[in-house]
């Protein structure tokens, strides 16, 4: 953590920002690009199993499921200790390059977005919150574990759109959607705003009160997507 810890890194200072803006900026165009392309072809690839009209959605999805995969196993490595703090903070230029990627792509093709207006600011702050990785890596790692919900829930969505709401392997998805969701997004996120606020009481230079409310709207954000989830579960069953 000592990496990361060093004030230089801190970007929000004037010699932090330009240190970080050359370390990191040509890596995050090199993971839009990335994220670009993989968008392309899963765009192109999907003709072949949906009509035109969702190939948009489908592609988008698609992307976002293989940046929870990175996003998942680079915050995995990190906080089990396999990778060390710079290479973590490296890492994470895949997740900030996939929050503006997905802005943009939101914004050009705005049927790729449920909710464009929250699914915006929630990687707005998102985006704001990965800034702190110089003092708060463990915790940005923690909340991006959350990220492999998006695998049993996009399956979930692809049975769906292929009419196999029915069946038992859909039932099985959706539980699941909901089982790691509740883990992930629900007990994570509170127990990360709970270590946040209790390491303020402990020592308040660890942190301030304004760094913890920039947490809160993302776990608030994780409360009412999953309230939305279980109402689509009694909704449906």
């Not at 903070?89 to 464009?116: E, H, K």
């Amino acid at each position: 953590m000592t990496y990361l810890r060093n004030e230089k890194n801190n970007p929000f200072t004037a010699s932090g920002f330009h240190l970080f803006l050359r370390k990191n900026v040509p890596i995050i165009l090199l993971g839009i690009v990335f994220y670009v392309i993989a968008f392309l072809f899963f765009n192109r690839q999907t003709v072949v199993v949906v009509p035109p009209s969702r190939q948009l959605a489908w592609a988008s999805r698609l992307v976002s499921s293989l940046h929870a995969v990175i996003a998942f196993t680079s915050a995995l490595l990190f906080l089990t200790h396999t990778i060390t703090s710079k290479a973590w903070d490296t890492l994470m230029n895949a997740s900030r390059a996939y929050v503006l990627y997905d802005i943009g792509l939101m914004l050009l093709y705005p049927a790729t977005s449920s909710s464009i207006q929250l699914d915006v600011s929630h990687h707005m702050i998102l985006f704001f919150i990965m800034l702190f990785t110089f003092r708060h890596a463990r915790y940005i790692a923690m909340g991006l574990l959350c990220e492999i919900t998006q695998i049993p829930f996009y399956i979930s969505w692809y049975l769906l759109k292929w009419d196999m709401d029915s069946t038992m392997l859909f039932k099985i998805f959706a539980f699941l959607t909901l089982l790691i969701c509740f883990i992930f997004r629900v007990c994570l996120f509170s127990y990360i705003i709970y270590r946040l606020i209790r390491d303020y009481v402990y020592d308040k230079e660890l942190i301030t009160i304004p760094e913890i409310l920039t947490f809160v709207p993302i776990a608030c954000m994780n409360y009412y997507w999953f309230y939305l989830l279980v109402q689509k579960a009694i909704d449906s069953f």
